[in-house]
């Protein structure tokens, strides 16, 4: 069977550095910031950061655009300030998990800047370059991801290099074996320093070939996957997640199956993108259907029952506040938080909650285009609106799912500006700040941040949670998520009902039975009837035999 590590019973923790904690008041978020919240995060019991990215960076996209792999963004605080985070952290028993963004660097970085000065510099061959079409224009037509033509053109060199993002996120060429030495280098650098791993941002994209238009999942893929495992992450006592938005129970396993060496876990999107509409994308959210996101879900803890491992989050930096996208931000916001909470955390794998999450954040309430920062929904805007969108269509699809939605700042307080900064923020705050902080909710015995607390201690407690397998129930159901996790003669039976009235169910055979209740939103019970009646958003959890 499965060793055990230390992040099979850890929570995880995601730190969007410029939206969480400002020391100096220049209205953006910073190490020093981080440091002073430690506090915060000890208390909820969290075993690592995911540190957004700090490093150098001109910020195109917010630090997903590096210049320099090996130094801090100013904005953000030294060296020495991350070497104190990482020792702080570690004195509280919490990892840092830093962001690893190497599908592209940024148009800034050394190696582009020698790339895009000469043909015959060794860096040039470190980006992925093709001549103009005969009339002088790009290659061909393929698009990038936040718009416009995925190819730019470099006079000096006299050809186009591939960006599968912005221009300024030009894409580095996994082909190039001293680029892959140069990266694995740098990557025990970090590790040297003392961090607890890496999350891989967009990992499933370095195997990519571009003449054929195969992006994701791409012919050596897994190769260079293997390689890194074998040069840089073999023998450590670290976490690997990789994101992968292509990722599907038929080939999750070739990335974390336990005789593979490449990965711990991948981030998968199967779940979030039930929400999106195929074809007119995350601009055009549909109706969330309950019945697709448990399919998606439960069938990656089918995966991962006897081999590989699992992540589970609703929320990040490049998504919506979950309980505006899943559940409710009006009056059962705190029900529905903790529901959302009970349903995720307690299955397998290793959770992730996104900074704001454990108080309940909601999406930005943002009506013009001038409040929103984000490049994605900037350049979707200037296209969408030149296609013939209506502004307030678009603004509504925005306010559902815009990734600035998950940006604004952190809520600390009912004070000026949140008690996010004494400065003017980098993004609005949002004005619920007053009735939803850090302060008001940890005063309450049952506010979401205990709710919180409980479940990341129930993980690192209970077997049962951290290792029983999952059985799902009432699929079909719209309205409730209920699953049993077994481990011997031990059942954990949870429920939670994802509409704002109540819900009559009927359980099925095995399921009923007497026991402790480790999990209420409204009141303990202890005991699973045959029949139940579930409040609007309760959730619970029973543990019996
Ligand atoms: O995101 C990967 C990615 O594909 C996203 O751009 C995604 O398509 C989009 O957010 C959906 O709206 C990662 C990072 O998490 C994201 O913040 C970066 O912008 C992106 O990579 C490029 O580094
Ligand atoms: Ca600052």
Redesign the pocket.
């Known amino acids: 069977e499965q060793r055990e590590m230390w992040w099979h019973r850890a929570t995880g923790y995601q730190i969007y550095p410029r939206s969480f904690a400002d020391s100096n008041g220049d209205g953006v978020g910073d190490i020093p910031g981080i440091i002073s919240r430690l506090g915060h995060l000890a208390d909820l019991g969290i075993g690592f950061i995911w540190l957004?990215p700090v490093y150098a960076s001109p910020m195109v996209?917010?630090g997903?655009?590096i210049a320099d792999y090996r130094a801090i963004a100013p904005e953000y605080g030294t060296l020495e300030d991350m070497d104190r985070l990482i020792a702080e952290a570690r004195e509280r028993g919490i990892g840092i998990v830093m962001?690893l963004?190497v599908?592209?660097s940024s148009s800034l970085h050394d190696w582009f800047r020698a790339a895009r000065a000469s043909r015959e510099a060794p860096e040039h061959d470190y980006y992925i370059w093709r001549d103009a079409a005969p009339d002088g224009g790009p290659p061909d037509d393929q698009q990038a991801?936040?718009g416009g033509p995925a190819w730019s053109w470099v006079e000096e060199v006299g050809r186009y290099y591939f960006h599968?993002?912005s221009p300024a996120?030009p894409d580095l060429n996994w082909a190039n074996p001293a680029l892959r030495a140069e990266i694995y280098d740098m990557m025990r650098w970090w590790l040297d320093r003392g961090i607890a791993g890496f999350r891989m941002?967009?990992i499933s994209?370095i195997g990519k070939d571009v003449d054929a238009r195969v992006y994701e999942e791409g012919p050596s893929l897994h190769d260079h996957l293997q390689e890194m495992h074998r040069e840089v992450l073999a023998g450590r006592d670290i976490v690997t997640i990789g994101?992968s938005?292509s990722v599907s129970p038929e080939t999750g396993l070739l990335y974390c199956g336990r005789d593979r060496r490449e990965l711990d876990m991948v981030f998968e999107f199967s779940h979030i993108r039930e929400g999106w509409d195929p074809e007119r994308g995350?601009f055009a959210p549909r109706p969330f259907d309950l019945r697709g996101f448990k399919r998606e879900l439960f069938a990656w803890q089918d995966l991962t029952r006897h081999d590989g491992w699992t992540s589970l989050f609703l929320s990040?930096?490049?998504?919506p506040r979950q309980v505006s996208f899943y559940a409710d931000d009006g009056p059962y916001r705190r029900e529905a938080a903790k529901m959302l909470a009970t349903v995720l955390h307690l299955l397998k794998g290793t959770p992730f909650i996104y900074q704001g999450e454990e108080i309940g954040m909601t999406n930005a309430p943002f009506e013009r285009i001038d409040q929103y920062r984000d490049?994605?929904t900037l350049n979707h805007f200037e296209a969408q609106i030149a296609a013939g969108v209506p502004l307030e269509e678009f603004i509504a699809g925005a306010r559902r799912?815009s990734?600035d939605n998950s940006r604004t700042p952190m809520q600390w307080s009912p004070g000026p500006h949140a008690g996010f900064t004494t400065g003017t923020p980098w993004i609005e705050v949002n004005p619920n700040a007053s009735e939803i902080n850090v302060e008001q909710d940890s005063a309450q015995p049952d506010g979401i941040l205990a709710h919180y607390r409980k479940l990341v201690a129930l993980r690192r407690e209970r077997d049962i949670v951290a290792f029983g397998e999952t059985e799902p129930f009432l699929a079909n159901s719209p309205a409730v998520m209920a699953y049993q996790r077994r481990l011997g003669a031990q059942r954990l039976v949870v429920l939670g009902n994802f509409t704002g009235q109540e819900q009559e169910v009927e359980l099925p055979d095995g399921v009923e039975g007497a026991g402790t209740c480790l999990v209420a939103s409204h009141g303990e019970r202890h005991h699973i009837p045959r029949q139940l009646q579930l409040a609007p958003y309760e959730s619970l959890a029973v543990l019996i035999g």
């Open positions: 957004s996209d917010n997903y655009d962001d963004v599908n592209h991801a936040f599968y993002f996120q941002d967009v994209l994101e938005w995350k990040n930096h490049d998504l490049l994605e799912n990734r």
